[in-house]
């Protein structure tokens, strides 16, 4: 490893056992290491999003291509910057209102028949679940499930008597649920602290190959 | 006994810290190289990229995922590239998180190394795209046009590898590597809508979200977090596919034996509040 | 004028990438293609005009004095910092902007998210609690889930992992799917709402 290389290991140490340091208290160490990753972030973006998005889906469209159409997207974003004039803030409102329209409208189509539609068709009971009685206890178990958890949020009505009752057996799916995602989420954090630790034991102090 | 069940039971955080730092520490000092067993999920994956012919349609990888999460997925990205590689399968790589692109390309460049694999004819790195579900369904249209330029500023249009690929009909499978709900916009967006087919590598936490598309067959397969990761290196060095650090792997020891202390201290603390409650109770009858 | 100009610009955007999935006519894929990348661009001048709110944000931190001013020097700094280095050297392997990045930012942010794992065990051990019967079922739904993530026992014990299996395959995939219908709902309904301008939250105001 050339010397280079390892002074930035050690850079990368010894930031990563600065935020660590939060885990005693807060301390100048900690707040020095934050405030650097925000500026280091912000500075990623910045380049990041010229060279992959505004270059070569603006600059060279309109310099290099010729198709004006595209002033009018580029326009849309730098109206953005409206913003810091007081008297021109209002103009922010376009790009938003373009942005927004756009995606609100995009999100219809494909989620009504990817989230939806299929997923419906999915809970249905169909001819060849009959044939396997362990395939349709569950689905009806699945069907039941789904019933229950929509019933215990609709608030439209007071959880009373059949109601209250299929709710109730939503509630017992939805803790389920929520135990599986808590287990899963206790997995993800773990993963990540591993990561960390790796990195200082392998990389850093070449405790572990 | 019971004092000191019920003292287990309020013990200062800073020595729950010292604890778990134990239990990840100390399996990576002395590994205690648990086997592995691949679920249904992982190894879905795996057969479709097997069953993919060599030297033909690329799959698309996208790495949506940054530092944040990189433990989780890195190793996923790792394997999977390997996979592809020693098979040599073409892969088409994007991001469309903005602190992806680093990694996307350092994972890229070292397995490409490992295997001789040439930029432009076995693998593409087309870089991090703003936009999100309008990426998406912009490749679902025109992949050179969405993308005019790969990472490194050379034209789309001039890669040999990318001639044939104008959109999803010529990409056998997509596999978005991440821990949003871009996950589930390529399910929505390019799985149904273009008919893709889609097999999520996610974190743990959007695993469990994400069982309701496996159950409709919208996702063909999932990698789950660190476990899925470690699941599909085995099965990679299982098929003689890789000799390279496995380092999802390395990690389920630590994370095994963090899972037991935590359960542990779930149950001490259950125990605890258990027998105060009983205390409690006894007390307020006299 | 100020308020209507924005919403009939938001209700002719949603109602055309809308009602365009159910239109295969050529012309106007290739009108919603070309519309796809404009939002495209619209989103990268997003992530820039956040930045810019940044830097105006430590910038009055610093003129004002304000207390921990010297930490949005710091920031300001190496915001700078950053730009000049991708600009300078590129964003290629090996560049000054990638290594910032793969030895700065990453190890940072993989170590802020890294240590939520010691207040997840500590918050389990001190909060969960199986105070009533559904809080129990909680507790052991996650109890077998990290259990049959266990390398060990999910090897050793392979009918853990298959009723871990069916557990997250029967009801938690009910609850999940229930939770889905309902979220997608919403936002069907909240989509409407913006592109027919009912809901202006986006501009700052109720309805």
Not at chain 1, 107 to 124: E, V, Y
Not at chain 2, 58 to 67: Q, R
């Amino acid at each position: 490893m050339t010397i280079p290389d390892t002074l930035w290991t050690w850079i990368a140490a010894l930031l990563t056992l600065a935020i660590l340091s939060f885990l005693y208290k807060d301390n100048p160490f900690y707040k020095f290491a934050e405030h650097l990753f925000v500026g280091i972030s912000a500075g990623y973006w910045v380049i990041l999003e010229y060279n992959n998005s505004v270059f070569p889906n603006l600059i060279v469209p309109i310099f290099k291509e010729h198709n004006y159409w595209f002033i009018i997207p580029g326009l849309l974003g730098l109206l953005f910057f409206a913003r810091f004039i007081p008297k021109l803030g209002f103009l922010i409102f376009i790009p938003i209102a373009f942005y927004i329209g756009g995606y609100a409208g995009l999100a219809i189509g494909p989620s009504l028949q990817a989230r939806l539609l299929k997923q419906l068709q999915g809970s249905m009971l169909a001819p060849p679940d009959f044939a396997d009685p362990g395939l349709l206890v569950n689905k009806l178990l699945v069907l039941t499930g789904i019933l229950g958890t929509m019933l215990y949020f609709y608030f439209s009505k007071e959880h009373k008597g059949v109601l209250k009752a299929v709710s109730n057996i939503g509630i017992w799916f939805i803790m389920v649920g929520f135990g599986a995602a808590f287990g899963y989420t206790v997995m993800a954090r773990a993963s990540l602290l591993i990561g960390r630790i790796q990195f200082l034991l392998m990389d850093w102090l070449h405790l572990i190959r | 006994m019971k004092e000191l069940l019920v003292k287990l039971g309020q013990v200062d955080r800073r020595y729950i810290f010292l604890f778990i730092a134990a239990a990840v520490v100390l399996p990576l000092l002395f590994p205690l190289n648990f086997p592995t067993r691949a679920t249904p999920h992982t190894r879905a994956v795996f057969d479709i990229i097997d069953q993919i012919p060599p030297d033909n349609n690329p799959i698309l990888i996208s790495f949506d995922y940054g530092p944040s999460i990189m433990p989780e997925c890195h190793p996923m990205a790792y394997a999977i590239l390997r996979h592809a590689f020693a098979r040599r399968v073409k892969v088409v790589g994007l991001t469309l998180a903005n602190d992806a692109a680093g990694l996307a390309e350092e994972a890229f460049r070292n397995v490409a190394r490992e295997y001789g694999r040439e930029y432009g004819k076995d693998y593409v790195f087309l870089g991090y795209k703003a936009g999100g579900s309008a990426v998406i369904l912009s490749i679902g249209e025109d992949l050179k046009k969405t993308f005019p330029r790969d990472f490194y500023g050379k034209p789309t249009a001039e890669i040999p590898m990318l001639a044939e690929v104008h959109n999803y009909n010529q990409i056998p499978l997509i596999i978005p590597l991440t821990g949003s709900a871009t996950a589930t916009f390529w399910i929505i967006y390019a799985g149904t809508r273009y008919r893709a087919r889609v097999a999520d590598g996610v974190t743990a936490v959007m695993a469990a979200e994400l069982y309701p598309y496996l159950q409709t067959k919208q996702l063909s397969g999932m990698l789950a977090g660190l476990k899925g990761a470690a699941e599909y290196e085995h099965l990679v060095e299982e098929a003689g596919y890789s000799r390279g650090a496995r380092r999802a792997s390395r990690g389920m020891d630590a994370l095994s034996t963090m899972h037991l202390v935590i359960i542990g201290f779930i149950i001490l603390g259950n125990i605890g509040f258990f027998l105060s409650r009983r205390d409690a109770k006894k007390g307020e009858s006299r | 004028m100020k308020r209507r100009v924005p919403l009939l610009i938001c209700l002719f955007s949603g109602l055309f990438f809308g009602i365009q999935f159910f239109v295969p006519h050529h012309q106007v894929r290739q009108v919603y293609s070309n519309g796809l990348r404009w939002l495209i661009v619209v989103a990268a001048f997003t992530i820039i005009m956040a930045v810019g709110s940044l830097i105006v944000h430590h910038l009055r931190r610093v003129h004002r004095r304000t207390k921990g001013w010297g930490y949005s020097l710091v920031t300001l700094g190496t915001l700078l910092g950053m730009v000049a280095a991708g600009a300078a050297t590129g964003i290629r392997p090996g560049s000054l902007f990638n290594k910032l990045f793969l030895n700065v930012q990453a190890p940072m942010q993989a170590t802020m998210f890294g240590i939520l794992a010691f207040y997840i065990a500590s918050a389990s051990y001190r909060a969960f609690r199986a105070r009533s019967k559904e809080a129990t079922l909680l507790l052991l739904a996650a109890i077998f889930l990290m259990l049959s993530a266990v390398s060990f026992i999910g090897y050793y014990f392979p009918r853990i992992t298959t009723l871990s299996e069916w557990l997250l395959m029967v009801p938690n995939m009910a609850a999940q799917r229930g939770i889905l219908f309902g979220v997608y709902l919403g936002t069907l309904a909240t989509s409407i709402k913006i592109i027919l301008g009912i809901e202006r939250g986006w501009m700052g105001g109720g309805r």
